[in-house]
């Protein structure tokens, strides 16, 4: 089956610093999204985003479908932003990427 | 309109036990998700279901079942529960298979 990975896996800045995250799968699907699990397990939707460019706020995400990655943008750090980011690719199924942990300090 | 909404949102039962998990999908939409996350991993799918009939299972054992009703909410059942059951149940609705999908806040079930 399709493989979903994710780096780096772990992510440890300070506040105010601007991060890139990379999600690689390993053959054609039909969408892709970007989640944030917050420390209570809640799936927050960040992006809905089979190709291209998209930004909301401080994020912003970009599908290349061809070369089969997605990357999200995270500008500005904030503490808030802290928790598990995960991508997740649509084939008959959504299938989850490994996520990357960040933490934001202060 | 109104979100995907689980319940309970924790629950403690025995090994050997039953348990039904219950999901209200988004407003407006009709396919809803599984899915188990286990500690420090991703979620897994275990099942979906569209329009009431199942439609897409994981690899889970047949004591993970499901029904969804014309509402278009569900359940999740799981019989026979076993110490690895223990998990963040998570449900997902969407407007049709294969768009957005929309997650609850989860159960968390414990197996002792």
């Known amino acids: 089956g399709i493989q979903v990975e994710q780096s780096p896996p772990d992510l440890i800045l300070q506040e105010g610093a601007n991060s890139t995250l990379r999600c690689n799968f390993s053959?054609?699907?039909?969408?892709l999204q970007w989640f944030h699990q917050n420390p209570w397990g809640q799936l927050i939707n960040l992006f809905y985003?089979?190709?291209g460019t998209k930004q909301n706020g401080r994020l912003s995400a970009t599908t290349v479908a061809t070369e089969r990655y997605s990357l999200l943008y995270i500008s500005s750090s904030q503490t808030t932003d802290s928790g598990v980011y995960f991508c997740?690719?649509?084939?008959?199924?959504?299938?989850f990427g490994t996520g990357t942990r960040l933490q934001v300090f202060p | 309109e109104t979100g995907v909404t689980q319940s309970p949102t924790h629950l403690i039962k025995t090994r050997g036990q039953q348990v039904t998990l219950r999901c209200s999908s988004q407003?407006?939409?009709?396919?809803v998700s599984w899915y188990q996350q286990a500690l420090g991993q991703g979620p897994q799918f275990i099942f979906q279901?569209?329009?009431?009939?199942?439609?897409g299972r994981g690899n889970f054992p047949p004591r993970f079942s499901g029904l969804q009703f014309p509402n278009y909410s569900s359940e999740l059942n799981v019989n026979a529960l076993e110490l690895d059951d223990s998990a963040l149940y998570l449900c997902?609705?969407?407007?049709?298979?294969?768009?957005?999908?929309?997650f609850g806040q989860g159960t968390r079930l414990t197996v002792v």
């Open positions: 997902a609705s969407s407007f049709s298979q294969n768009t957005e999908a929309f």
């Open positions: 053959d054609s699907v039909n969408n």
């Open positions: 985003i089979p190709s």
């Open positions: 997740a690719v649509f084939t008959d199924k959504l299938i």
């Open positions: 407003s407006g939409h009709n396919t």
């Open positions: 279901y569209y329009r009431e009939e199942e439609n």
